[in-house]
């Protein structure tokens, strides 16, 4: 499975932003699926994530502002991000992994793509 991020930019506080992930390779319609980021000097962290039953994780720093959603007949994941923050800047990162459940540790994920960043002004 390859995965290829899009969507990334520079927005204001207050703002929105939606990333898009395409995989190629294989459907991935069972695995589990979802976004990480990575700030500069800070840990590699979820933020969200959907198993493949549909199930639908987010981190507490995002929840109610960001939305995860997949299209499993265009293989497509994506992250509406809305009320967007200073502190969302960041690397944001499209994740797979071969088994139904998410799981926070990067290195339980499978898949990754290439990266996009997004960056949020005060």
């Known amino acids: 499975v390859q995965l290829q991020a899009s969507g990334g930019g520079l927005v204001q506080a207050g703002g929105s932003l939606r990333l898009s992930c395409v995989a190629s390779?294989?459907?991935?319609?069972?695995?589990?699926t979802g976004w990480f980021r990575q700030a500069p000097g800070k840990e590699r962290e979820l933020v969200a994530a959907i198993s493949g039953g549909g199930s639908i994780y987010y981190a507490d720093s995002v929840k109610g502002r960001f939305t995860i959603s997949r299209d499993s007949a265009k293989n497509m994941v994506y992250l509406q991000m809305d009320s967007l923050k200073p502190e969302d800047t960041a690397v944001y990162y499209c994740?797979?992994?071969?088994?139904?459940?998410?799981?926070?540790?990067?290195?339980?994920?499978?898949?990754w793509g290439q990266g996009t960043q997004v960056t949020v002004s005060s």
């Open positions: 994740a797979a992994r071969r088994y139904t459940l998410p799981q926070a540790a990067p290195a339980a994920w499978s898949y």
């Open positions: 390779g294989r459907t991935f319609s069972s695995y589990a």
